[in-house]
């Protein structure tokens, strides 16, 4: 079975701040992973996905994430955050079967 | 349809009574998703449906909880005798390829 812990339910950045949101796995099968994103009164959007390919992946909106299996972490940065970018964001996991697992989501919110 | 479709927004309605919530998915996905989200936490999966598959019900929390789908189409699902704790939004996802979900926008059950 698969599981994801998402590190710190709320972070606070500073607009321009890096963002990090820490996302750790648990998989008996090489995991594919994701990143949702929700903004709010919203549904849930793909912001990027790890399908096996490059362990840097990019995805919409200049969010990005690095799978490192040493660590079984799949963590997403923004180099320099936006007020837009304020929302709950959620990492995900799957064994390649069809249900996702989900964290528990961490809250962002931008100082201007 | 270019998204997956939710309705109604929101719902609110007397303890004890049935509500049905409906989902239309993309055209062509597969396989569809039905999953709580309450205040302040993360999701929670209820149940899946592949093709014409038997469904992984799961997920669903008592017997009060239902769901159909008719071929790869629409979905619902019903909540009878709804009680205060069902209060949640409600979203369906639907993917082609069992990961990597479409959300739709959710429904908004308000239990009073």
């Known amino acids: 079975a698969q599981s994801v812990t998402q590190l710190g339910s709320h972070v606070s950045v500073s607009e321009g701040a890096l963002v990090l949101l820490r996302c750790n796995y648990s998989s008996s099968v090489p995991p594919y992973l994701f990143w949702y994103v929700q903004y709010p009164n919203q549904g849930l959007q793909l912001l990027l996905k790890?399908?096996?390919?490059?362990?840097l992946v990019k995805g919409i909106n200049g969010f990005e994430a690095e799978f490192k299996k040493s660590e079984t972490s799949f963590h997403l940065t923004k180099p320099s955050a936006h007020m837009s970018d304020a929302a709950e964001y959620f990492c995900a996991v799957s064994d390649g079967d069809y249900k996702l697992s989900f964290g528990a989501g961490t809250t962002v919110t931008v100082r201007a | 349809g270019a998204g997956v479709s939710q309705s109604p927004s929101n719902k609110v309605t007397e303890k004890g009574k049935d509500v049905e919530l409906r989902c239309d998915p993309i055209s062509g996905h597969t396989a569809l998703y039905w999953y709580r989200q309450r205040l302040g936490q993360g999701l929670e999966f209820l149940i899946y449906?592949?093709?014409?598959?038997?469904?992984?019900k799961s997920g669903l929390p008592s017997d009060r909880f239902s769901a159909e789908r008719t071929g790869e189409s629409v979905s619902t699902l019903t909540i009878q005798r709804t009680q205060q704790e069902d209060s949640a939004v409600y979203l369906c996802?639907?993917?082609?390829?069992?990961?990597?979900?479409?959300f739709g926008s959710g429904t908004r059950l308000t239990v009073v």
């Open positions: 996802a639907s993917s082609s390829r069992g990961y990597g979900y479409t």
């Open positions: 449906f592949q093709g014409n598959s038997a469904p992984d």
């Open positions: 790890y399908t096996s390919a490059a362990t």
